[in-house]
C-alpha cells in the first residue's frame, strides 16, 4: 500500500503559477502510474493529468493542457503538478491519485482506474 500526501496548495491571483507536490511514501514509486484529479464544490470530479512509471509519457485534460505540466521525481518519490496561468474556473481540490503498474507507456485518465488517492489540497483562483 502506498500513502499519498499532497501539497502547496492556495490561494491565488488570475495568472498566478503553483506548485503541488504529492509525496508518497509506503512501496517502491516507480511502480506506480500517477495522476492528478480535481473538484470543484457541487461539481463531478474530473481528471487533470497522469503520468507514468518513469515520467516518459504524460496526458491531460484538455482544458489544462498548455498551462499545467505533470511530472515525478522518483529518486525522492514525488509527483508534481507545476499549473501556470491560472484561471478562477480551475478553483477545486486536487487529488493525487496512484495505481500500481507495469513498466509501460500507459497512462491513466478514468477515476476507476487509480486505488490510492492523497487527501486533497484546496487550489483557489481568484478573478
Known amino acids: 500500500q502506498v500513502q499519498l500526501v499532497e501539497s502547496g496548495g492556495g490561494l491565488v491571483q488570475a495568472g498566478d503559477s503553483l506548485r503541488l507536490s504529492c509525496a508518497a511514501s509506503g512501496r517502491t514509486f516507480s511502480n506506480y502510474a500517477m495522476g492528478w484529479f480535481r473538484q470543484a464544490s457541487g461539481k463531478e470530479r474530473e481528471f487533470v493529468a497522469a503520468i507514468n512509471y518513469n515520467g516518459g509519457s504524460t496526458n491531460y485534460a484538455d482544458s489544462v493542457k498548455g498551462r499545467f505540466t505533470i511530472s515525478r521525481d522518483n529518486a525522492k518519490n514525488t509527483v508534481y503538478l507545476q499549473m501556470n496561468s491560472l484561471k478562477p474556473e480551475d478553483t477545486a481540490v486536487y487529488y493525487c491519485?496512484?495505481?500500481?503498474?507495469?513498466?509501460?507507456?500507459?497512462?491513466?485518465?478514468?477515476?476507476?482506474?487509480?486505488?490510492?488517492w492523497g487527501q486533497g489540497t484546496q487550489v483557489t483562483v481568484s478573478s
Open positions: 491519485v496512484g495505481k500500481t503498474t507495469a513498466s509501460t507507456s500507459t497512462t491513466y485518465s478514468g477515476s476507476g482506474s487509480y486505488r490510492y
